[in-house]
């Protein structure tokens, strides 16, 4: 599985931005896919989950400001991210098991 993430940016604090995840074969059958991300100097965090028939987890840092959707007719898999803070500037990263997209890199500033 080959995982192409996208969709970051410089953004504005309180603003939002949209990460795509596109992965190489359906994922169907895929039951657990997840978004982690790595601030500068810091280790890499787990940000949000999601399972088979669409429950979802989140880190508490971003429960409430953040959704995680996925499209199997795309192959692809979302992170809305809403009331950015400076703090959630990190390179974002997307996971299949042991596979791992990239990273995309959000900028949260004014």
Request: charged share 15%.
């Amino acid at each position: 599985v080959q995982l192409q993430a996208s969709g970051g940016g410089l953004v504005q604090p309180g603003g939002s931005l949209r990460l795509s995840c596109a992965a190489s074969g359906s994922i169907a059958s895929i039951s657990v896919m997840a978004w982690y991300r790595q601030a500068p100097g810091k280790q890499r965090e787990w940000v949000a989950t999601i399972f088979t028939g669409g429950h979802t987890n989140y880190a508490s840092s971003v429960r409430g400001r953040f959704t995680i959707s996925r499209d199997y007719a795309a192959n692809t898999m979302y992170l809305q991210m809403t009331s950015l803070k400076p703090e959630d500037t990190a390179v974002y990263y997307c996971n299949i098991r042991e596979y791992w997209g990239q990273g995309t890199l959000v900028t949260v500033s004014s």
